[in-house]
């Protein structure tokens, strides 16, 4: 189960990342005034998405430990089998 835990958190990394990657790109337009939307729409924006991305960069990160514990707990029953 290790793979699919790290892909999890990996692909769950890659959104977080890609979210906040948005919130730059939109600060970017509201700093530069080439946005078409309101400055409150882009500030409300600019908050969800930081949030989201930071937000699902925490639970990637929870799932991967989760993983690792798991990971760990199963190795160490593995290993009480062989003796």
């Known amino acids: 189960m290790k793979g699919n835990n790290n892909a999890h958190a990996g692909l769950l990394a890659v959104?977080?990342?890609?979210?906040?990657?948005?919130?730059?790109?939109?600060?970017?337009?509201?700093?530069?005034?080439?946005?078409?939307?309101?400055?409150a729409a882009s500030i409300v924006i600019m908050i969800v998405f930081t949030l989201g991305g930071l937000g699902t960069l925490y639970y990637a990160w929870i799932v991967y430990r989760q993983g690792k514990r798991n990971d760990d707990e199963n190795e160490g029953e593995s290993d009480q089998r062989k003796n």
Do not use: H, K
């Open 15 to 39: 959104v977080g990342g890609y979210l906040l990657y948005l919130a730059w790109q939109q600060f970017e337009q509201y700093r530069n005034s080439t946005s078409d939307l309101t400055p």
